[in-house]
Protein backbone atom coordinates (compact mmCIF):
# COMPACT_ATOMS: atom_id res chain seq x y z
CA UNK A 1 0.00 0.00 0.00
CA UNK A 2 1.49 3.10 -0.91
CA UNK A 3 1.46 5.63 1.72
CA UNK A 4 1.66 9.02 0.47
CA UNK A 5 1.63 12.46 2.34
CA UNK A 6 0.31 15.65 1.69
CA UNK A 7 1.96 19.43 1.77
CA UNK A 8 -0.52 22.20 1.33
CA UNK A 9 -1.25 24.94 3.25
CA UNK A 10 -5.06 25.46 1.99
CA UNK A 11 -7.16 23.05 3.63
CA UNK A 12 -9.43 23.10 0.46
CA UNK A 13 -7.16 21.96 -2.16
CA UNK A 14 -4.91 19.55 0.47
CA UNK A 15 -8.64 18.09 1.18
CA UNK A 16 -9.28 18.04 -2.50
CA UNK A 17 -6.12 16.37 -3.50
CA UNK A 18 -6.69 13.90 -0.41
CA UNK A 19 -10.08 12.90 -2.56
CA UNK A 20 -7.91 12.59 -5.34
CA UNK A 21 -5.36 10.41 -4.12
CA UNK A 22 -7.86 8.18 -2.51
CA UNK A 23 -9.38 7.53 -5.62
CA UNK A 24 -6.85 5.39 -6.44
CA UNK A 25 -6.95 1.85 -4.69
CA UNK A 26 -4.97 0.78 -1.56
CA UNK A 27 -3.51 4.17 -0.40
CA UNK A 28 -2.69 5.71 2.27
CA UNK A 29 -2.76 9.37 3.03
CA UNK A 30 -1.48 11.85 5.39
CA UNK A 31 -1.69 15.65 5.80
CA UNK A 32 0.24 18.24 6.37
CA UNK A 33 -0.76 21.86 6.73
CA UNK A 34 2.69 24.19 7.36
CA UNK A 35 6.32 23.26 6.64
CA UNK A 36 6.73 22.69 10.71
CA UNK A 37 3.86 19.83 10.54
CA UNK A 38 5.41 18.27 7.40
CA UNK A 39 8.75 18.21 8.50
CA UNK A 40 7.52 16.53 11.69
CA UNK A 41 5.46 14.15 9.69
CA UNK A 42 8.07 13.33 6.95
CA UNK A 43 10.72 12.88 9.58
CA UNK A 44 8.17 10.12 11.14
CA UNK A 45 8.22 7.78 8.63
CA UNK A 46 8.92 6.71 5.05
CA UNK A 47 6.89 7.75 2.42
CA UNK A 48 6.32 6.35 -1.33
CA UNK A 49 5.49 9.88 -2.47
CA UNK A 50 5.18 13.14 -1.29
CA UNK A 51 3.31 15.70 -2.82
CA UNK A 52 4.39 19.75 -1.50
CA UNK A 53 3.09 22.83 -2.42
CA UNK A 54 5.48 25.29 -2.71
CA UNK A 55 4.10 28.33 -0.78
CA UNK A 56 3.56 27.19 2.78
CA UNK A 57 1.89 30.48 4.21
CA UNK A 58 1.71 34.11 4.11
CA UNK A 59 4.84 34.94 6.21
CA UNK A 60 8.30 35.62 4.41
CA UNK A 61 9.70 32.50 5.69
CA UNK A 62 7.02 30.61 4.42
CA UNK A 63 7.00 31.72 0.80
CA UNK A 64 9.36 29.24 -0.55
CA UNK A 65 9.23 27.15 2.41
CA UNK A 66 7.95 24.13 0.19
CA UNK A 67 11.57 24.45 -1.73
CA UNK A 68 12.88 24.10 1.78
CA UNK A 69 11.28 20.61 1.69
CA UNK A 70 11.64 19.46 -1.24
CA UNK A 71 15.38 20.05 -0.97
CA UNK A 72 15.59 17.69 2.31
CA UNK A 73 13.74 15.22 0.84
CA UNK A 74 16.21 15.06 -2.40
CA UNK A 75 18.57 13.06 -0.75
CA UNK A 76 15.59 10.17 0.41
CA UNK A 77 14.54 8.26 -2.24
CA UNK A 78 10.91 9.52 -2.10
CA UNK A 79 9.77 10.49 -4.88
CA UNK A 80 8.18 14.00 -5.16
CA UNK A 81 5.35 16.03 -7.08
CA UNK A 82 5.27 19.34 -6.83
CA UNK A 83 2.39 22.12 -6.95
CA UNK A 84 2.08 25.55 -6.95
CA UNK A 85 0.37 28.49 -8.18
CA UNK A 86 3.51 30.90 -8.15
CA UNK A 87 3.70 32.87 -11.38
CA UNK A 88 7.68 32.84 -11.02
CA UNK A 89 8.55 31.40 -14.25
CA UNK A 90 11.46 29.57 -13.54
CA UNK A 91 9.46 27.08 -10.29
CA UNK A 92 9.02 24.04 -12.23
CA UNK A 93 13.05 24.12 -13.19
CA UNK A 94 13.60 24.53 -9.65
CA UNK A 95 11.77 21.77 -8.71
CA UNK A 96 13.48 19.19 -10.96
CA UNK A 97 16.42 20.63 -10.27
CA UNK A 98 15.83 19.78 -6.63
CA UNK A 99 14.92 16.12 -8.19
CA UNK A 100 10.86 16.78 -8.03
CA UNK A 101 9.74 13.88 -10.22
CA UNK A 102 7.31 16.50 -11.52
CA UNK A 103 5.75 20.02 -11.30
CA UNK A 104 1.81 20.91 -11.83
CA UNK A 105 0.82 24.43 -11.76
CA UNK A 106 -2.77 25.37 -10.08
CA UNK A 107 -5.08 25.16 -10.80
CA UNK A 108 -4.89 21.98 -10.86
CA UNK A 109 -6.64 19.84 -13.52
CA UNK A 110 -7.65 16.63 -12.25
CA UNK A 111 -6.88 14.32 -15.37
CA UNK A 112 -3.43 15.65 -15.34
CA UNK A 113 -2.70 15.03 -11.54
CA UNK A 114 -3.93 11.49 -11.50
CA UNK A 115 -1.97 10.94 -14.68
CA UNK A 116 0.86 12.48 -13.15
CA UNK A 117 0.13 10.62 -9.57
CA UNK A 118 -0.09 6.97 -11.05
CA UNK A 119 3.16 7.82 -13.36
CA UNK A 120 4.99 8.49 -10.28
CA UNK A 121 4.04 5.53 -7.85
CA UNK A 122 4.57 3.59 -10.91
CA UNK A 123 8.34 4.50 -11.44
CA UNK A 124 8.71 4.34 -7.23
CA UNK A 125 7.81 0.99 -7.55
CA UNK A 126 10.41 0.02 -9.91
CA UNK A 127 13.14 -1.65 -7.32
CA UNK A 128 16.56 0.50 -6.60
CA UNK A 129 18.62 -1.35 -8.92
CA UNK A 130 16.64 -0.81 -11.76
CA UNK A 131 16.41 3.30 -11.18
CA UNK A 132 20.06 3.07 -10.82
CA UNK A 133 20.35 1.73 -13.85
CA UNK A 134 17.67 3.70 -15.58
CA UNK A 135 19.32 7.31 -14.12
CA UNK A 136 22.97 5.88 -14.57
CA UNK A 137 23.05 3.52 -17.45
CA UNK A 138 26.37 3.88 -19.38
CA UNK A 139 26.56 2.04 -22.65
CA UNK A 140 29.32 -0.62 -23.19
CA UNK A 141 32.41 0.34 -24.46
CA UNK A 142 33.14 -0.27 -28.03
CA UNK A 143 36.68 -2.34 -28.41
CA UNK A 144 38.55 -1.71 -31.96
CA UNK A 145 40.02 -4.32 -33.16
Known sequence: MPTIAIVEDN???NDH???????????????????ASAEQLIASRQFDLVIVDIELG?????????????????????????????????????AISLR??????KPIDD????NKLEHALAWQKQDETEQTQ??????PPVLWR
Open 100 to 105: AYDFIG
Open 58 to 94: QGPKDKYGGLGILSSLSDKRTVTLVVSGMPEQNLPDV
Open 111 to 114: LDFL
Open 17 to 35: LKGLVKSLEGTEVFQAFDR
Open 11 to 13: QAT
Open 134 to 139: IQFHRP
